[in-house]
């Protein structure tokens, strides 16, 4: 059986933003990025606990997870198991303040 994938709708614009920015560079690298972060989030429905444990300080995101896309590792995808299968929280450049960024989903979750 699948487990479920579900991506909340900042994902589809991270996705976007970040295939945009690495076209200015190479555009088939960026539909190789697209295509890499798919098989990510697959790989993750089918074996949720091969990320690695965040250390937000927020008790809300205890159980947020974080990989590396295969192919791109500065490219983090944040998502939480569930009894389902995953969810994909963001998809987030590794040098960008990823606390900062996780404080307003917190923020958006109240």
Do not use: W
């Not at 539909?31 to 993750?44: D, G, P, S, Y």
């Amino acid at each position: 059986m699948m487990r479920q994938i579900y991506k909340r709708p900042q994902v589809i614009q991270d996705l976007i933003e970040l295939a945009t920015y690495i076209s200015l560079e190479n555009l088939d690298a960026s539909e190789q990025f697209l295509t890499a972060a798919e098989e990510t989030f697959k790989q993750l429905a089918r074996m949720p606990g091969i990320g690695k444990n965040c250390q937000f300080t927020n008790p809300q995101l205890v159980d947020v997870r974080q990989q590396a896309i295969k192919g791109f590792r500065k490219y983090l995808v944040f998502y939480r198991p569930n009894t389902s299968g995953i969810e994909i929280l963001r998809v987030i450049h590794g040098a960008r303040d990823l606390a900062a960024i996780f404080d307003e989903i917190d923020e958006e979750n109240e």
